[in-house]
């Protein structure tokens, strides 16, 4: 069925799998009205819990000029199809970045943060330039003879960009295409209002508000010349007045990773930066979820941790284990924490390969907060074009202005972080996932990034498994095709 809106649509479904009378989803359909919906959502999901009903109502939203810190939130769910505005085909140089609102009222940090990203753009335009006459010149003659010129030069840009948007910082704006459910719409404006970042808190609100409230944008309403059909079929057009109305603020997750961070052993950080995958299994499920949130709250690595906590005496286990739950309310989720996976990686590597991996939405993914505190990235390509020496400066540069902000205003120093700054990532998944993700990552069509990534953890398990591994269809990344990337 075409043309229905999300809530009456979803329960039409709801209805008709709840009914002995036999009757056709067309024919519910025509016996739908906003006001029964309403009522009907008001009873089952919010005083029945039946939860599974607000799966049956999805809905797509697009949220433009939004940072890549926003961009994480809103990515960070398993259940959602998304597209976010690319960097290897949109020219970043010219556009307006986002400024934090917490930087509005402190002129200094302000003018430090403008500054820095004037020259990390003026960087990404630099080297734009000069990777693509490099391209130019040792690349174009070898084009396929059946690509066409324009195609060519298409290719030879999109490198460089992938190249280029090592230097892009985390303000730049992002827009991305989401549809979801409105249970998953719930749950992401719930992160939003959570979050301790204002920007994100903005977002969430005006998502609340454009799903609730506002008439939603539907080009089909102009076209039915019948208005009685047209308000039969789109209603008040709003898209999810009911659903989604009541998310709020959730104090859970912060409370719970507050309380683990007073509990962190005293250690000393060891970013084991130079191993970008370590494998871990068959790790017993308490200690693992010990490990795991001491993770998600500091910088050490799981090998560092895990070492700490398998000798912790079985009774600081089990205070921890109830502390994870004392903070739980009615309705709470179990903390993404306690997942499991056959297989875990930790992982470190650039913020800019982790967006792509991100995207694996099979996986479950542990993710810190971006600190510089494990170096950054850089292609050869920035040394052969004279430009390594003004890379490392910006760098050094940002890291600087970084724990400049961070000092005065926790988190929001990642919005000048650039895609090239390391972080450390968490990501638990099944042999099967791997093997779905290593194969789709290693192509030469993938950037280098995340393909060596992804092929040094199938590397780590064709090591323990050779059996099963030798079935995997990847490409070592060493491989390098060019005009197949």
């Not at 990686?345 to 993914?365: E, K, M, P, S």
Request: hydrophobic share 35%; net charge positive; proline share 5%.
């Amino acid at each position: 069925m075409l043309g229905v809106m999300p809530e009456p649509g979803g329960y039409a479904i709801a209805k008709f799998s709840r009914t002995a009378v036999y009757k056709s989803y067309k024919d519910w359909v025509l016996e739908l009205t906003e006001e029964g919906a309403e009522k009907f959502y008001n009873s089952f999901y919010f005083q029945y819990g039946h939860a599974s009903i607000a799966d049956l109502a999805h809905l797509m939203v697009v949220v433009e000029n939004i940072s890549i810190p926003a961009r994480m939130i809103l990515l960070d769910d398993q259940l959602i199809d998304a597209q976010s505005r690319s960097t290897r085909y949109v020219d970043y140089s010219k556009c307006d970045l986002i400024v934090p609102p917490e930087l509005q009222n402190d002129k200094k940090l302000l003018d430090l943060y403008k500054q820095t990203c004037c020259e990390l753009t003026g960087l990404y335009q630099q080297i734009l330039d000069k990777v693509t006459q490099l391209y130019i010149k040792k690349y174009q003659k070898t084009a396929p003879k059946e690509m066409d010129e324009e195609c060519v030069m298409r290719t030879l840009h999109a490198r460089a960009f992938d190249v280029a948007r090592y230097v892009l910082p985390g303000g730049i704006p992002k827009s991305m295409g989401v549809i979801g459910s409105a249970r998953t719409w719930e749950r992401i404006i719930t992160k939003f209002l959570s979050s301790p970042l204002l920007e994100c808190q903005q977002v969430g609100q005006e998502l609340q508000e454009a799903i609730c409230k506002k008439q939603a944008f539907n080009p089909g309403w102009d076209k039915i010349k019948d208005k009685a059909l047209a308000k039969l079929v789109f209603g008040k057009n709003i898209a999810l007045p009911t659903l989604v109305k009541y998310a709020q603020k959730n104090e859970y997750p912060g409370n719970l990773y507050q309380k683990i961070q007073t509990l962190l052993p005293k250690i000393k950080v060891d970013p084991d930066s130079k191993h970008p995958v370590r494998m871990h299994q068959k790790i017993d499920p308490e200690i693992d979820l010990v490990t795991t949130l001491f993770y998600k709250v500091s910088d050490c690595s799981y090998k560092q941790l895990l070492a700490v906590v398998k000798k912790m005496p079985a009774k600081k286990i089990k205070e921890i284990l109830d502390l994870v739950y004392q903070y739980r309310q009615e309705h709470d989720g179990v903390p993404r924490e306690a997942a499991l996976g056959n297989l875990t990686f930790d992982i470190c590597l650039d913020i800019g390969a982790y967006r792509d991996l991100h995207r694996h939405r099979n996986v479950i993914h542990i993710i810190k907060g971006p600190r510089p505190v494990y170096g950054f990235e850089m292609l050869p390509e920035i040394a052969e074009v004279g430009l390594k020496q003004e890379y490392m400066e910006m760098m050094a540069k940002t890291e600087k202005v970084f724990w400049e902000i961070e000092k005065f205003i926790p988190q929001v120093g990642q919005y000048i972080l650039p895609q090239a700054t390391r972080r450390r990532v968490l990501m638990k998944m099944s042999p099967w996932e791997l093997q779905y993700l290593s194969e789709l990552r290693t192509k030469p069509a993938g950037h280098i990034s995340y393909r060596t990534i992804a092929y040094k953890m199938y590397e780590q398990f064709a090591r323990k498994y050779p059996d099963w591994g030798k079935h995997f269809r990847v490409t070592d990344y060493k491989q390098n095709d060019f005009w197949k990337r």
